[in-house]
């Protein structure tokens, strides 16, 4: 039987589907508030999205953010942040939080010492001390972290892996995902399932309708963007998107750029996350309409204007991209600040522009439109 | 004669005198609005108050600011900010500023050469280049920069130092003050002067008394706080302040702390600069009416409350300890964000309260219940 009822710490609306392709806006009920979909959703690793408030956050018009369960129990500890009245009152964000398992930080950040099917065996990459985490027991750190999406714990393959490799890790996610379905009981918590198996449609197929099988509130697409070429990702994403239920919340981990962002919302993805906005912003580089603007170099140092012509957020209405060049050459956290303030509204702004679009019917019209402009620009 | 007449670009209206000591309340009018006085100056040694925004600034009750003639020469260079419209436009700050001449820096931060009483020729601390500055030309730079108060170029000595070397610095500094006030030619800007002389009362005396005969529209204090016992600090504060012309605003130069500003406001100083709130927020310690606590400590780990429960700015309104300790023990620059914003917000109103305390003739006991908090709280 195929369980894909909502969970009833989770609901999803139907509101609009595109005609020309799989794109669709959705409107995603959580218990710490309503997310407009397509949404991107700001990345805050260790409990804060670097250099942003939680006001400037909503301001740029966030309406969830993500954090990860892997860094939050390695610092400051689970016991900490419970003690503290939870993420949401730790952090001063009172929407809605998508906690990532830490499944891909155990496999990419940390040292990895053992893994079997009971769980993995690592070294933080922190402080080097050893810690064994399980299906459960990365349930029970989501559950006590409080935030309102929860992801499975799953084991992620290199790019490129072997068929063996990828089957093996797609086998110990559907156990995981199982167990990990069983462990969770907090009501006001939904828990997502991932779909492993690489760049391998048939693998990728398995691993959906199996995790379906189980049954989840909302399902990811997890293990793209790991050096992959960008054309299997798509094809991956064009094949498989459509296959999850069409009342789930389909969730594309990790991934991108604006132009990523169109491709995925094309193939029916509502959910997105990066650090792009932020790292790109702390390091000096700008998303703009024209593409990626390198604000650091020295041709802008007398630049008049702002970042983005385009753009009405508090960086592009005050400053000219000299000053903000200047900032970056002086090291001042604040360039740091304004670009990554930019870069999450650039963001999060061309998710409402891709739901209007979506929802007058114009698309298509307005993905090769911004693409014509996007990579016009880009330098 | 003594010319104390105002400059256009900058009128005082003495609005309240202290009774019990010689503490005062003012308004000072600058092309680019009021401050009222007592005031504390947020520094933007770069072009930017380290980590907070201009709407920050003025949300924490901020009205003349700081920056540095020196740093700004030195890095983007003055034609890189005239041509982005002066600094003002530059930094998207449109209230008054007070830039320093960098005579301070130039004996601090760069590697002097030589100096004679034609200028100073000195290695910047950036790059090492050589640069050789004049009073005029300092004056032209803080013209192009466009401030509302520039500073004389003033040689600043060490502490200890001969009776005969505070002698030179004090007699070349009144050289140059009068050749800056004779090169100065910008209308809507006004100049001031600056008083040296060291912990030598004598000294002092001479010095006002002839930096008043050239005229200026304001007097700061310069060459305090080098190291010279707090005592001695105060006693110079105590004898000088009261003998400046009482229609012409008096600064005190880069100083200090809370405790400070009570001994200086009683001595009848109007105007405050320090990088005191800024850096030590960076460094994790926050001042608070209990006295400086270091959040950074792991003590605060799992604290709950504000920074300072009488404060109600952002920081306090919205955040534990806790968070804001796990921000700074994680290297996140949100942590430095929120306890930079603290500071300058707390400065800033203790000004407000020593107005108004001011004002209802309770300076001194004020004063006392202050001192005695934050003094009962330190640690």
């Known amino acids: 039987m195929i369980d894909t009822s909502m969970s009833s710490a989770l609901s999803l609306t139907l509101l609009c589907r595109d005609t020309n392709s799989h794109a669709r806006v959705t409107q995603i009920t959580t218990p710490h508030g309503v997310m407009d979909t397509p949404s991107f959703m700001p990345v805050g690793t260790q409990g804060t999205v670097k250099t942003l408030t939680p006001r400037d956050l909503k301001e740029a018009g966030a ?3 993500l954090s990860n369960a892997y860094h939050l129990y390695i610092r400051p500890g689970v016991e900490v942040i419970r003690s503290l009245g939870g993420l949401h009152k730790f952090m001063g964000w009172d929407g809605p939080i998508l906690t990532d398992s830490g499944g891909f930080q155990v496999f990419s950040l940390a040292k990895l010492r053992t893994i079997t099917d009971e769980g ?4 933080s990459h922190f402080d080097g001390k050893e810690h064994f985490l399980t299906p459960e027991s990365v349930v029970k750190i989501q559950e006590d972290l409080g935030s309102d999406i929860a992801m499975v714990f799953d084991e ?11 089957r093996r890790a797609m086998e110990r996610t559907l156990l995981w995902s199982a167990r990990a379905k069983r462990a969770h009981k907090k009501e006001n918590q939904a828990l997502f399932g991932i779909v492993q198996g690489g760049c391998d449609f048939a693998l990728r197929k398995e691993s959906l309708a199996r995790t379906v099988e189980i049954g989840f509130p909302g399902y990811a697409l997890g293990g793209l963007s790991v050096g992959e070429p960008k054309e299997h990702m798509n094809e991956v994403l064009q094949a498989i998107t459509p296959l999850v239920p069409e009342n789930a919340p389909r969730y594309l981990m990790g991934i991108g750029t604006p132009l990523d962002f169109l491709e995925a919302v094309s193939a029916g993805i509502d959910m ?11 390091n000096g580089t700008a998303f703009t309409h024209q593409g990626m603007l390198v604000v650091r170099n020295a ?11 385009k753009c009405d957020c508090y960086t592009c209405q005050n400053f000219d991209r000299g000053y903000i060049r200047h ?3 002086a ?3 604040l360039g740091h600040h304004l670009l990554s303030y930019h870069n999450v509204y650039f963001f999060i702004s061309l998710m409402k522009q891709i739901r209007s679009a979506i929802q007058k019917g114009e698309f298509l019209s307005f993905r090769k439109q911004f693409e014509i402009e996007y990579n016009a620009g880009s330098r």
């Open 63 to 65: 309406e969830m953010i």
């Open 331 to 333: 090291n001042e956290i």
């Open 299 to 309: 041709i802008y140092t007398e630049a008049k204007g702002p970042v983005d012509v």
């Open 327 to 329: 900032l970056l050459n």
């Open 272 to 282: 997105f996350d990066c650090v792009t906005p932020t790292r790109y912003g702390r």
């Open 120 to 123: 993995a065996t690592f070294s």
């Open 156 to 166: 992620c393959s290199a790019y490129p892996a072997d068929a063996s490799v990828l």
